[in-house]
């Protein structure tokens, strides 16, 4: 079911619950994600990252998933993630992305929001627009450790968010990207002011792999309407397939069996990830 990226967001913050949107380099795993969805009847946001989008396979790929997500029973929305690139977000608009990370959170504010302003313009107002305020260490497609860097400043908040037209803001509160060296520490008081600044935008929180429960189920009650993850998805598809590479090469190469067993891995953790943004919400209607 196509929908509006911002709606679904902003619908989820009404309820107290958060959107988790999950990285897939490939139409395995957005299958296996969209039909974990559907059985949890929840929306969800299929993440392309700009390795995935890029080259001759990029657009076949966003193409792809746009068909996959207008025809879930749910709503299902596609977005480009951490681009870099003014040409690759207008490529991936036009492709059918129904949303992108213009990711200028290497600038300067005003740079950052100036780049974000000419993305918005280049995808038109059809495609909905988040933007990174702060510094986020880490690598989103590989799992190296890292430690907190540098965080929004709320006080940037406002006029960056009027430079930028950005209609989602994507914070760096204590999260890395990857995994966590330590145990993870979210700066909830500054999140309360970055949220109070941020007024009616909707705040993103990248990098939840490894952040605890008790944080997640926090999260959506701060502010935070969408919830980006991506190691920890990848270390549960490794994990199955760890165990089961050599029992299905011994078994005549069964590929089928293989790609089973990733889809399994992949239903399992969606469908722990929309219960760990729901969990509030549930806890509260209890």
């Not at 990285?23 to 059985?39: I, K, L, M, N, P």
């Not at 890029?54 to 076949?60: K, L, P, Q, Y």
């Not at 165990?243 to 299905?248: F, N, P």
């Amino acid at each position: 079911m196509r929908a509006n990226l911002l709606d679904v967001v902003t619908a989820a913050l009404a309820a107290r619950t958060a959107v988790p949107a999950l990285s897939t380099y490939d139409f395995t795993t957005a299958q296996a994600v969209v039909e974990a969805s559907e059985r949890a009847e929840r929306p969800v946001i299929l993440l392309v990252p700009p390795k995935a989008a890029a080259g001759a396979g990029g657009r076949r790929l966003i193409t792809a998933l746009r068909a996959l997500a207008d025809d879930a029973a749910n709503p299902v929305c596609v977005q480009l993630d951490h681009a870099v690139d003014l040409d690759l977000i207008e490529h991936a608009a036009a492709a059918g992305v129904d949303a992108v990370l213009a990711d200028g959170s290497a600038l300067p504010a005003a740079a950052n929001a100036a780049f974000v302003a000419r993305a918005r313009e280049l995808v038109g107002p059809g495609v909905v627009v988040e933007a990174e305020l702060g510094s986020l260490p880490g690598d989103e497609d590989t799992a190296g450790t890292s430690e907190a860097g540098g965080m929004t400043d709320p006080g940037e908040v406002p006029g960056f968010l009027d430079g930028s037209g950005a209609d989602l803001l994507a914070v760096a509160v204590g999260n890395v990207h990857g995994h966590y060296r330590g145990t993870p520490r979210l700066h909830w008081s500054r999140l309360e002011q970055i949220c109070e600044a941020a007024e009616q935008t909707p705040l993103v929180l990248h990098g939840a792999s490894g952040i605890p429960e008790t944080m997640l189920v926090r999260a959506p009650l701060a502010g935070i309407g969408k919830i980006n993850i991506n190691t920890e998805l990848r270390s549960a598809v490794f994990a199955s397939l760890a165990d089961r590479v050599e029992q299905r090469r011994c078994q005549g190469l069964n590929l089928w069996a293989l790609l089973e067993d990733w889809t399994e891995a992949v239903g399992e953790f969606t469908t722990l990830a929309h219960r760990l943004t729901t969990a509030e919400a549930r806890s509260r209607n209890s």
